[in-house]
């Protein structure tokens, strides 16, 4: 019995060894005589059960086919000439079965890439992009095109993709070459062009777009805001591609032509800077750009200034005068040490002396000024005092002087532990230890270039006799009397205050404080007269 099946279909790779399926691949019949591959022009090999297959073939097949173990038809290096249908021939008892199958040959093209590429292209018009080919390919290759990986689809227009194919007649391979002619826009400038075949890419191309300029804008290039004394660069920018190469600038009102860059440089600003600026295409002064622009400026004068002298007691005048664009802040030291407002000097003192310093800023600008103030005055003694030591062997003499340039200090009696205070805001003191043998009248003088000052401190021994006794306890009567004399004293005054019904300061009536006051002067005397008397 004859059998004929319908023919499958398969597919190998070119070049590669192909395996051709015996009904496909079914597992051989238990009763199989014999198996033959063979093809339209001939034979090509049987094999009889339980031998090995014999090649019949003598034409181009004869070192190129085999048969497997399981009867599938083995061709090696496969090429085009091997598209054809190949048929298995199987003898099993009575039964003859013939499977046909057809062989197909694929090869993937050997690459991609992009050629006679345009030097630019121009907004608006239709420009031959370039031309794409791939070669040895079966079946011919179908090309795409695609802008930033997206495909580009023909419209007839703007896009217009024309295709060839070629075949090669030794192989029978083909090559395909596909033309994309293209209308750019704008916003092609950065964009990147492929093409495909399968998926095989060429290597990205990107091309310089052209297209006039529409617009200009002048830009100021500055670190912060414009200052006086700055450098100030102007930029003129194009929206065309290629861009303007020469440009005109407006420079209060004078125009400077500028070849081969788009930016001009004013050095050196001043406040008569401030004023509106222009750039515009040297052969088109109808498309230009202007912006007014503002230079910051800070003026300053401060009075006085240098090395101030000063007497004490005097007034000094000071004047800050300032002008500027904008608002300023104004800040005080005085030897480093932040002030909380401006200074003022109505009447000065020994501690104005010092090193004062203003800063005025406006934004980056910074303005300063100085001035060290000196002032100076005859010394003058504000307090002598005098104390027993803690031992009682000694008295401890102070005198506290003020005055400028720093005062001598210099006692009337010698003696120890002499002891300087640090020279602060025009004030010393002085302190000296002595052991008096005798009653003294101790002088202490403070002296500088402008003059002296003198107090005297009476000073009694640290020891005493009998007689010293007598005069002790003479010494405290006379005191306990002045003391009763002061209490009397004061309740006169109490009385004569309390009639007057006010306690009130500046009043102008008969017995006035003003009386009071020398009353109690006197009083204070008379005391200090009494420490002195009857000091131990």
């Not at 008892?93 to 993937?108: C, F, M, R, T, W």
């Not at 006679?116 to 390919?137: F, H, M, N, V, Y």
């Not at 006085?304 to 800040?331: I, N, R």
């Not at 000024?369 to 002032?375: A, G, H, R």
């Amino acid at each position: 019995v004859f059998i004929s099946v319908g023919m499958d279909t398969v597919i190998g790779l070119y070049g590669e060894t192909i395996e051709v399926p015996c009904n496909n691949g079914a597992p051989k019949p238990k009763d199989l005589f014999m198996t033959k591959w063979k093809y339209d022009d001939g034979d090509l090999l049987t094999q009889l059960k339980d031998q090995d297959a014999s090649v019949i073939a003598t034409d181009k097949y004869k070192d190129r086919v085999s048969m497997a173990e399981n009867s599938s038809l083995l061709i090696a290096a496969a090429t085009l000439k091997d598209e054809k249908t190949f048929t298995c021939m199987v003898v099993a008892g009575a039964d003859i079965s013939e499977y046909p199958v057809k062989l197909l040959i694929h090869k993937a093209p050997t690459g991609v890439e992009i050629t006679a590429l345009a030097t630019e292209l121009e907004i608006g018009k239709p420009t031959q992009l370039g031309q794409c080919r791939t070669s040895d390919a079966n079946p011919a290759a179908s090309i795409t095109w695609f802008k930033n990986k997206k495909p580009l689809v023909a419209d007839g227009k703007g896009i217009i993709i024309s295709s060839n194919v070629k075949v090669d007649e030794a192989t029978g391979l083909t090559t395909t070459s596909s033309t994309l002619q293209y209308t750019a826009e704008k916003g092609d400038t950065a964009a990147l062009f492929t093409c495909g075949a399968l998926n095989t890419l060429s290597s990205p191309v990107s091309f310089t777009v052209t297209y006039p300029t529409e617009r200009i804008s002048l830009h100021v290039i500055s670190k912060g805001p414009l200052m006086e004394g700055a450098n100030m660069t102007l930029k003129c920018k194009a929206d065309g591609n290629p861009p303007p190469t020469s440009f005109n600038f407006h420079i209060l009102g004078k125009v400077v032509k500028v070849e081969n860059s788009d930016s001009y440089t004013v050095t050196d600003v001043t406040r008569e800077s401030t004023g509106e600026y222009k750039c515009s295409i040297i052969d088109n002064a109808k498309m230009e750009d202007s912006k007014n622009i503002t230079i910051n400026y800070l003026d300053m004068s401060l009075s006085p200034s240098g090395k101030v002298m000063k007497s004490f007691g005097e007034g000094l005048a000071l004047t800050l005068q300032t002008h500027a664009s904008g608002e300023l802040k104004v800040s005080w030291t005085k030897d480093n040490g932040k002030l909380d407002s401006s200074p003022k000097f109505d009447k000065l003192t020994y501690s104005d002396s010092g090193k004062y310093e203003v800063v005025v800023t406006m934004g980056a600008l910074i303005k300063k000024d100085s001035f060290e103030l000196v002032v100076e005055g005859v010394p003058v003694i504000r307090r002598v005092a005098k104390r027993r030591s803690e031992d009682g062997q000694h008295k401890v003499l102070t005198c506290e002087a003020e005055g400028s340039p720093k005062p001598t200090v210099a006692w009337s009696v010698n003696g120890t532990s002499a002891d300087e205070s640090p020279y602060v805001n025009g004030k010393i003191t002085h302190k000296l230890t002595i052991v008096p043998t005798v009653n003294l009248t101790v002088v202490c003088t403070v002296s500088n270039e402008h003059g002296q000052d003198t107090r005297t401190i009476n000073v009694s021994t640290c020891k005493y006799n009998e007689g010293d006794t007598t005069k002790l306890v003479v010494g405290v009567i006379v005191g306990l009397l002045l003391a009763t004399v002061v209490v009397g004293l004061a309740y006169w005054l109490y009385m004569k205050k309390s009639k007057q019904g006010s306690w009130k300061t500046g009043e102008k009536e008969d017995g006035s404080t003003e009386e009071s006051k020398k009353l109690e002067e006197k009083i204070e005397e008379k005391l200090e007269e009494n420490s002195q008397k009857v000091e131990v």
